[in-house]
């Protein structure tokens, strides 16, 4: 069964270090997502990316954060200049046609 | 703005008793209706979604979920509980309009089970 792929599983940074967090879609989907968690809180959406342009972000994200599709299979969340509160699990999600999101297994950010 | 309210934090249930986790959302129209079950460490993964039509959906591992309009709720239930069950369950909503489809997640349910 395809499946969202996320990597690293686990980052550790400095604060003020940039990092960046890649993802690979189901193959055949068209619309990104990226959520994150931070540790006892709920799911909280960041962006989400069509046809090679953001469609819609949330206040979180802001001019730190940046998306990208540099080819045909991943997909990257880039934080310029981690701060502390950046800390989280990252969850990638991608859709097709179907209005199914399907969730990676996600990358837990620590900024230190 | 829609919105997601799941009013227990914490639930624990014995093995093979059944289950209830609620859900209430707040949308102008009919939305898109989710639940995902979120076991430590581990991703999300879907249970069941709502679309349209039937407004009693099935879902996998036994769980199933109804939707009412009238009281704007979409509660997941089980009928006998296995304690492999034991994780966290939200509930999330998606709107209609094509430009607009990221999810809204309530702050989840954690479920413990006993034995």
């Known amino acids: 069964e395809p499946e969202v792929t996320q990597t690293p599983s686990h980052q550790v940074t400095q604060m003020g270090q940039e990092v960046i967090l890649r993802c690979v879609p189901i193959?055949?989907?068209?619309?990104f997502y990226w959520y994150r968690q931070i540790l006892g809180q709920k799911v909280e959406f960041l962006v989400s990316f069509y046809n090679n342009e953001i469609s819609e972000k949330s206040e979180i994200f802001d001019d730190q954060f940046s998306v990208e599709r540099p080819d045909g299979s991943n997909f990257t969340l880039k934080i310029r200049s981690t701060k502390l509160e950046d800390s989280a699990m990252y969850f990638c999600?991608?859709?097709?046609?179907?209005?199914?999101?399907?969730f990676g297994p996600g990358t837990r950010l620590t900024v230190l | 703005a829609q919105s997601v309210t799941q009013p227990d934090i914490h639930i624990t249930v014995s093995e093979g008793a059944s289950l209830e986790l609620r859900c209430n959302y707040s949308y102008g129209a009919t939305p898109y209706l989710f639940w995902y079950v979120q076991s430590p460490g581990q991703g999300l993964q879907l249970l069941l979604k709502?679309?349209?039509?039937?407004?009693l959906v099935q879902g996998i591992k036994g769980f199933e979920a109804e939707f009412k309009r009238s009281q704007s709720s979409f509660n997941l239930r089980k009928p006998s509980v296995h304690w492999s069950d034991a994780a966290e369950y939200f509930c999330?909503?998606?709107?209609?309009?094509?430009?607009?489809?990221?999810?809204?997640f309530g702050s989840g349910t954690r479920l413990q089970v006993q034995p």
């Open positions: 999330a909503v998606g709107a209609r309009d094509t430009g607009r489809r990221a999810l809204t």
């Open positions: 999600a991608s859709r097709g046609e179907n209005n199914e999101q399907f």
């Open positions: 193959s055949n989907h068209l619309y």
């Open positions: 709502y679309f349209s039509g039937d407004t």
